[in-house]
C-alpha cells in the first residue's frame, strides 16, 4: 500500500522560505510514471493546487504561486520536496503531498494516494 | 486557468437520502474530472475520476457523470459517514483547478 509523508518545520516566520518534504513507501519515484503533487488548504478554506513534478522531474506550477515555488524530486531517497519564498501570513496552511495519476486513455491526473498533511503556520 | 464552480455550497440531508452536487468548469474538459470527500482533520479522499469511474474501495452509492462543462457527484442511500465536504477537480490540464467545496449535512 502506497503512503506518503510531510515533514518540516511547523513554523515558519514572514518572508522566509517554508521547506516539506513527503517521503513516499511502498512504492518507488524514480521507476513509475506518476507525477508528484503538492495542495494546500487554509484554515476553514479550500483546496489550492501549488504544483506537480513528473518522475522525469519535469515541473508544473500554480501560475499564482510560480515565482516562490519549487517542487524538486530526490529519487534516491524516495522523496519530492517543496519549497517557497518570501512566505506571508496568508501562507498558512495545511500542506498535502500526492501522487498523481498520469495521462493515459482512461484517465489523468487526478490524486489518488494522499499525505496526511502538515500544517505550517506563518508567524514571527 | 479553468474555473470550477460547485454548487450548492452546503446541503442539508438525512440519512437514506440521495443527495446530487454539481460542478461546472468554464470551459469543456471532456470527461476528465474527479470528486473528493473530506472530513474534518482529514486528507481528501479519492471518489470518482474520469467523471464516473468508481476508485477501488468506494461503495457503489457514490455514483458521477456528466462531460464537458457540466459534472455531477451522486450520492443515494446517506450513511452517516457520508456528511463530509465534497471537492471536484478538474482534471484536463495544467494548472489543477478545484471547486470551492459542498458542505453536506444531516
Same mark, same amino acid.
Not at chain 1, 496526511?116 to 508567524?123: K, N, P, R, Y
Not at chain 2, 462543462?69 to 459517514?81: A, H, K, N
Given at each position: 500500500?502506497?503512503?506518503?509523508? @510531510?515533514?518540516?518545520?511547523?513554523?515558519?516566520?514572514?518572508? @522566509?522560505?517554508? #521547506?516539506? =518534504?513527503? =517521503?513516499?513507501? !511502498?512504492?518507488?519515484? !524514480?521507476?513509475?510514471?506518476?507525477?508528484?503533487?503538492?495542495?494546500?488548504?487554509?484554515? +476553514?478554506? +479550500?483546496? @489550492?493546487?501549488? !504544483?506537480?513534478?513528473?518522475?522525469?522531474?519535469?515541473?508544473?506550477?500554480?501560475?499564482?504561486?510560480?515565482?516562490?515555488?519549487?517542487?524538486?524530486?530526490?529519487?534516491?531517497?524516495?522523496?519530492?520536496?517543496?519549497?517557497? =519564498? #518570501?512566505?506571508?501570513?496568508?501562507?498558512?496552511?495545511?500542506?498535502?503531498?500526492?501522487?498523481?495519476?498520469?495521462?493515459?486513455? =482512461?484517465?489523468?491526473?487526478?490524486?489518488?494516494?494522499?499525505?496526511? +498533511?502538515?500544517?505550517?503556520?506563518?508567524?514571527? | 486557468?479553468?474555473?470550477?464552480?460547485?454548487?450548492?455550497?452546503?446541503?442539508?440531508?438525512?440519512?437514506? /437520502?440521495?443527495?446530487?452536487?454539481?460542478? &461546472?468548469?468554464?470551459?469543456?474538459?471532456?470527461?476528465?474530472?474527479?470528486?473528493?470527500?473530506?472530513? *474534518?482533520? &482529514?486528507?481528501?479522499?479519492?471518489?470518482?475520476?474520469?467523471?464516473? $469511474?468508481?476508485? *477501488?474501495?468506494?461503495? *457503489? &452509492?457514490?455514483?458521477?457523470? $456528466?462531460?464537458?462543462?457540466?459534472?455531477?457527484?451522486?450520492?443515494?442511500?446517506?450513511?452517516?459517514?457520508?456528511?463530509?465536504?465534497?471537492?471536484?477537480?478538474?482534471? /484536463?490540464?495544467?494548472?489543477?483547478?478545484? $471547486?470551492?467545496?459542498? &458542505?453536506?449535512?444531516?
Amino acid at each position: 500500500q502506497l503512503q506518503l509523508q @510531510e515533514s518540516g518545520p511547523g513554523l515558519v516566520k514572514p518572508s @522566509e522560505t517554508l #521547506s516539506l =518534504t513527503c =517521503t513516499v513507501s !511502498g512504492g518507488s519515484i !524514480g521507476s513509475s510514471s506518476y507525477y508528484w503533487g503538492w495542495i494546500r488548504q487554509p484554515p +476553514g478554506k +479550500g483546496l @489550492e493546487w501549488i !504544483g506537480s513534478i513528473y518522475y522525469s522531474a519535469s515541473t508544473y506550477y500554480n501560475p499564482s504561486l510560480k515565482s516562490r515555488v519549487t517542487i524538486s524530486v530526490d529519487t534516491s531517497m524516495n522523496q519530492f520536496s517543496l519549497k517557497l =519564498t #518570501s512566505v506571508t501570513a496568508a501562507d498558512t496552511a495545511v500542506y498535502y503531498c500526492a501522487r498523481q495519476f498520469p495521462k493515459v486513455l =482512461t484517465a489523468r491526473y487526478h490524486f489518488d494516494y494522499w499525505g496526511q +498533511g502538515a500544517l505550517v503556520t506563518v508567524s514571527s | 486557468d479553468i474555473q470550477m464552480t460547485q454548487s450548492p455550497s452546503s446541503v442539508s440531508a438525512s440519512v437514506g /437520502d440521495s443527495v446530487t452536487i454539481t460542478c &461546472r468548469a468554464s470551459q469543456d474538459i471532456g470527461s476528465w474530472l474527479a470528486w473528493f470527500q473530506q472530513k *474534518s482533520g &482529514r486528507a481528501p479522499k479519492l471518489l470518482i475520476y474520469g467523471s464516473s $469511474g468508481l476508485q *477501488s474501495g468506494v461503495p *457503489s &452509492r457514490f455514483s458521477g457523470s $456528466g462531460s464537458g462543462t457540466d459534472f455531477t457527484l451522486t450520492i443515494s442511500s446517506l450513511q452517516p459517514e457520508d456528511f463530509a465536504t465534497y471537492y471536484c477537480q478538474q482534471a /484536463d490540464s495544467f494548472p489543477i483547478t478545484f $471547486g470551492q467545496g459542498t &458542505r453536506l449535512e444531516i
